[in-house]
């Protein structure tokens, strides 16, 4: 995951159209840099396996996702599009790591992966904020359909394609179970 989202930040960095976008991308590639860092130290100093999963779902997403934006053109569509993917998938992260968390039977493993829930707390929080700060919070979840569905961003077919894409059905309470997230 920390490659995948190094390159996401750097995608966002160059094709960010909001200063705060562009930030945090830079913020991805310094903190998901530094994470794969540590990680590896503890995979080799604790002989941890490092074999990937074979079936990995959000590995998935995030490659679809980063194909995606690249193939979309840079502006507010795209901007939208990679914090609402940012703020699930770090939530999907932070919930898989937290059910997993017993499973560490290494106290540096398990401080690795306290720090690491830390982190993706904090980028998912900085997701949220960045995207309610450019008014992004009241996008539906159906941009295809009812009164508004009549913007910029629904008639974009791509725009459309990434927002399905970012929005894990099974995480959609995170956005619509606070208020700031309603639509």
Not at 3 to 30: H, N, P
Not at 73 to 78: F, L, N, R
Not at 116 to 141: E, M, N, V
């Amino acid at each position: 995951g920390d490659s995948l989202e190094i390159q996401l930040g750097q995608l966002a960095q160059s094709k960010g159209t909001s200063q705060q976008v562009r930030d945090f991308g830079a913020m991805l590639v310094t903190d998901h840099t530094a994470h794969l860092t540590k990680t590896h130290e503890i995979i080799t100093d604790e002989d941890v396996g490092a074999e990937p999963m074979a079936y990995d779902p959000e590995g998935m997403r995030m490659r679809q996702m980063l194909t995606m934006l690249r193939d979309m053109s840079a502006g507010s569509g795209w901007d939208a599009a990679f914090l609402r993917f940012q703020a699930g998938h770090h939530q999907n992260e932070i919930d898989l790591l937290s059910a997993n968390i017993k499973n560490a039977h290494d106290d540096d493993l398990e401080d690795h992966i306290e720090e690491s829930i830390t982190s993706l707390s904090k980028h998912r929080d900085t997701a949220r904020s960045i995207a309610t700060s450019l008014g992004y919070q009241g996008i539906t979840f159906n941009m295809a359909n009812g009164p508004r569905a009549d913007n910029v961003l629904a008639k974009d077919v791509k725009v459309r394609r990434a927002f399905e894409l970012a929005l894990d059905r099974s995480y959609g309470d995170v956005f619509a179970g606070t208020e700031q997230w309603q639509n």
